[in-house]
Structures are given as structure tokens and as C-alpha cells.
């Protein structure tokens, strides 16, 4: 399967040593041109990028996932140890190949089966139990 996902962090900042205290980043030491920073168009590069947004009137970092060859999802019911209150998301549980990853304060966003082999039957329905066809191993 292929899975989507958000995953949600605390806005990391960066300390500049050339800095006096309580002199804040200027725009123009933050946001240089990815051409001048590192040598090179970012294009070239691989990379999940880190956005930051605003939650509950504080500044945090977001960054969509995508994850190819996951057999299950999962979220624990319990909170985990990683989970943080003051951001979005929970653990989730990944299930691929021959292991288990997690990711910490994650929401799910979509998960596709790339290679469906039946036709999903039948119709959910918010108000009602599912509906369709019904299979039983053994006959009572």
C-alpha cells in the first residue's frame, strides 16, 4: 500500500552566533535563495520538506510523508511516550515487509492499495452497519 501521511513537529530555531541576545531572524538571514545556500538548485535534491504553520497560535513545523510498501496501519490506543499534547497527531504504526516503524505525531491523510486484487463490495454508511456481502469460513 501507499501510504500519505502529516507529521507535525516544534518549529526548530536555528541560533546564529554572530547574534547579540534577544536580536530576532531577519528574513533575509532565514529565507536566502536555495541557490546561494546550498550551491546548488534545491530541485537537485531529495527531500521532505519541513513547512511551518500556525496551531493554537504558536508556530510548528509540518511535512507530508508518503511511504511506499506498507502492509498495515495502525494507531496505538494508548498514548506513547513520543506523543506530545501541544501538537497534532499521534504515533502511528507501520507495518512493511519484514518490520515495524513508527511515526511520531503523524496524521493519516490517505492509504491506496496500489495493487487491489477484488472489487470492494457493498457501501459504508455513517448511520448504518456496512452493507454487501457477507463471508463465513464454515456454516454454523
Known amino acids: 500500500m501507499l501510504v500519505h501521511l502529516r507529521q507535525y513537529k516544534h518549529e526548530e530555531v536555528q541560533f546564529d552566533d554572530n547574534r ?22 534545491i530541485d537537485e535534491f531529495n527531500l521532505e520538506t519541513w513547512e511551518t504553520i500556525e496551531y493554537e497560535d504558536d508556530p510548528i513545523q509540518q511535512r507530508d510523508v508518503s511511504i ?28 512493511m515487509g519484514g518490520g515495524i516503524e513508527y ?28 452493507h454487501g456481502k457477507a463471508r463465513m469460513d464454515e456454516e454454523p
Open 20 to 41: 547579540t541576545t534577544g536580536e530576532s531572524q531577519t528574513e533575509d538571514t532565514v529565507d536566502k535563495e536555495p541557490e546561494e545556500y546550498f550551491g546548488e538548485s
Open 68 to 95: 511506499e510498501g506498507v502492509t498495515a496501519v495502525s494507531v496505538p490506543k494508548e498514548e506513547t511516550d513520543a506523543d506530545d499534547p501541544d501538537l497534532p497527531g499521534k504515533t502511528i504504526q507501520l507495518r
Open 103 to 130: 511515526l511520531d505525531q503523524a496524521e493519516i491523510v490517505e492509504v491506496q492499495d496500489l495493487n487491489p486484487q477484488d472489487e470492494a463490495e457493498g457501501k459504508v454508511s455513517k448511520e448504518d452497519e456496512p
